[in-house]
């Protein structure tokens, strides 16, 4: 049972606000927002309309504590309406709506500093120092946007200045690709010209005593192997009609045809059990000696798949370093060999500086110089593997240009891209930028666009806790709380969990920095921290009051 007080008072309210309202004029305003002051006006009838427009009453049961309207308009000053609002003028701070369900209800509302909620004289007005205080901090709080905004803005400039680097960059590797396609063409051409001198050079050398004479033995070595294999073939043969006759004899038959059959298959096969003989006594078998033939069937197939090719520019290689020796002692040769062959490879250097329309005649006169040098000796050919390492090189030089260019492109259209570094390009600046926080037990470090990772401080390693996926997918694209929060995911598996994941949670600061770390469920983190990339000079700068019903007086 509620107290004698408590009682009295909550029916002595409701009546002591209705004569005031009915007393007063102006408190037929009580509770209205200022834009809406304007409709709360009676016709010259005396009448008023309800402001969904379907109801008109008489102007005296406005704000008479009796819910007439169905939209709760006519009752902005009471609790008659449970969907009716109520404004909070809050002078010497910023007006507020509170649910009139909460006006005079014998409480003290914060949000209504002013009191005026409650009948006059129950709750004091307070609003000049709340005022005061809200404003100071607000003035704190625009001060530290204003120095984060100055900050922010070199994150734009230093986007801008990236914008222009990756440009200037692309157009460089345009060009520079352009250049090494036709590096890459110059040396396929030389490479098809040296292979086809070295096609008819080989066909030439292949033409030699000591080649035909390998191939003729190769030869002559496969027919022996394909001999050799039918033999075998037929021994087995022969082998299994003597084994199923030695099984199936019966020496009691005397047969001595069958008996030296299968005394012969004995002395082929010292493994095998003797023959028992009834009239003679059996011989020993004297033991044969295992030798082991060093050209078994695997090695005479080893040696019959060598490229014959292969072995006779082996062989061409060896005799030339042989001649080479021989010649770096030889004083007296009437011909430099060394020096002529590294003029010749001068010679072959000069491709680089020859003019597209001029290579032809170049290319003519240098395999008849390279050819004439070729048959009286004096130079070895070698330009097919220079021109191969070549061309080789300049496919790779491709390659990693395309792939530098690629990778500019990239940048650049991720550069302004909401999704990444936002429409100004600012988070650019803070990629790769890593973030840490120590609990003690642990250090959390977050490379923002990168990897987070938890590490032991106590020597247990580490763990990632994912790589960045995306922004706050919850808020629209491009807004400040789009950008207040990243999400990193797919870390390293938790045992008998899911994978690691971490949410990093960013307000306006001066300072990159992580403040706090916590772990609402296992495995999935939470950092607090501060950035200037949210801090935005038009948030600072924008008056009070200038959103919604809010107001300062």
């Known amino acids: 049972m ?75 000053g009471t609790s008659a309406c449970p969907n009716s609002t109520f404004y909070c003028v809050n002078e010497g701070h910023e007006g507020a709506t509170i649910s009139s369900t909460r006006v005079d209800d014998g409480l003290c509302e914060k949000e209504c500093c002013d009191g005026s909620d409650e009948p006059e004289g129950v709750c004091p007005n307070v609003c000049e120092e709340v ?88 030869e002559a070595l496969k027919s022996l192997q394909a001999r050799y294999q039918a033999l075998q073939n037929r021994e087995r043969a022969l082998s299994d009609v003597l084994r199923n006759l030695k099984e199936g004899y019966n020496p009691n038959y005397q047969d001595m045809a069958v008996l030296e059959a299968v005394r012969g298959w004995d002395g082929l096969n010292p493994d095998a059990s003797p023959v028992e003989e009834t009239t003679e006594s059996s011989e020993p078998v004297a033991e044969k000696e295992e030798t082991v033939d060093p050209w078994d069937d695997n090695a005479i197939s080893t040696l019959l798949r060598e490229d014959h090719v292969s072995l006779l520019l082996q062989h061409d290689s060896h005799i ?22 590294g003029a010749v490879d001068s010679v072959f250097d000069l491709e680089s500086y020859v003019p597209d329309s001029l290579y032809p005649a170049y290319e003519n006169a240098r395999t008849q110089v390279v050819g004439l040098l070729t048959k009286l000796g004096v130079v070895r050919e070698s330009t097919t593997a220079k021109a191969r390492e070549r061309h080789n090189t300049a496919i790779n030089q491709l390659r990693n240009t395309e792939s530098k260019l690629y990778n500019e492109e990239q940048a650049l259209n991720k550069l302004y891209d909401p999704k990444w570094y936002g429409a100004d390009g600012a988070w650019k600046k803070l990629e790769g930028t890593c973030l840490s926080y120590n609990t003690g037990e642990y250090t959390y470090e977050v490379c923002l666009f990168g990897q987070a990772t938890q590490k032991s401080n106590n020597g247990g390693g580490s763990h990632s806790l994912g790589h960045f996926s995306s922004w706050n997918t919850s808020a629209p694209e491009g807004t400040p709380e789009y950008y207040s929060r990243q999400v ?49 000079a038009d948030t600072a700068d924008k008056p009070a009051g200038s959103s919604g019903a809010k107001e300062e007086l």
């Not at 030339?320 to 062959?341: K, V």
């Not at 001066?510 to 801090?535: D, F, H, M």
């Open 2 to 76: 509620l107290p004698p007080t408590i009682t009295l008072l909550s029916l002595v309210l409701p009546l002591t606000a209705s004569a005031a309202l009915s007393a007063d004029p102006n408190r037929k305003l009580r509770g209205v927002l200022p834009a809406r002051r304007s409709l709360y006006t009676p016709t010259s009838a005396g009448t008023w309309k309800c402001l969904n427009g379907n109801k008109e009453i008489s102007w005296d049961k406005v704000n008479d504590d009796f819910c007439d309207c169905p939209d709760g308009s006519d009752e902005p």
């Open 131 to 218: 005022g005061k205080e809200y404003r100071q901090r607000r003035e704190a709080e625009a001060k530290l946007r204003k120095t984060g905004s100055k900050i922010r803005s070199t994150y734009v400039i230093f986007a801008e200045k990236e914008k222009k680097r990756l440009q200037s960059s692309i157009a460089a590797l345009k060009l520079e690709v352009e250049a090494k396609k036709k590096e890459e063409a110059h040396a396929k051409i030389l490479l098809d010209h040296a292979e086809s001198m070295s096609q008819a050079s080989l066909a030439y050398k292949q033409q030699s005593p000591l080649y035909q004479s390998l191939v003729k033995h190769s």
């Open 320 to 341: 030339s370093q042989e001649d080479s020796t021989e010649e770096e002692g030889n004083h007296s040769a009437p011909f430099d060999r060394i020096g002529l062959t």
């Open 488 to 536: 990193y995911k797919h870390g390293a598996k938790c045992w008998n969990g899911p994978e690691r994941s971490i949410t990093v949670d960013l307000v306006c600061g001066t300072e990159n920095v992580l403040l706090s770390v916590s772990e609402p469920e296992k495995c999935e983190y939470r950092v607090t921290g501060t950035t200037p990339a949210l801090c935005f």
